[in-house]
């Protein structure tokens, strides 16, 4: 995949990414490099159906601050406001179910 997105190749990508996310789940790195690639070639809309979906299959593992700060910059940068909201809503959730 990281191949794949390096060569802005971000449809092949999405493909591996789906298969990789339901066959071993995905971590917020790779949601990072997804969208990442994704706001480089311009498909920012893509982002938010990413997202969308990461919010759909689960919580957010704060343990992974390098990724998540990777996902946030990524989805700021790319300028999905929503998303962002999006992202801060789960980690305020998983944050609160933790204690």
């Avoid at 092949?12 to 490099?33: C, H």
């Avoid at 690639?37 to 311009?42: E, P, V």
């Avoid at 982002?47 to 593992?61: Q, S």
């Avoid at 801060?88 to 944050?95: L, Q």
């Amino acid at each position: 995949m990281m191949e794949l997105l390096r060569q802005d190749q971000c449809d092949l990508a999405a493909k591996v990414f789906s298969t990789i996310q339901s066959e071993y789940g995905a971590d917020l790195d790779m949601y990072a490099e997804m969208s990442v690639a994704l706001a480089r070639n311009g498909l920012t809309a893509e982002i938010d159906l990413l997202i969308d979906e990461m919010e759909k299959g689960g919580r957010i593992v704060c343990d992974e601050s390098r990724g998540l700060l990777r996902l946030v910059k990524a989805v700021i940068v790319a300028g999905r406001k929503e998303s962002t909201v999006n992202i801060y809503g789960m980690i305020m959730r998983n944050s609160s179910s933790s204690y």
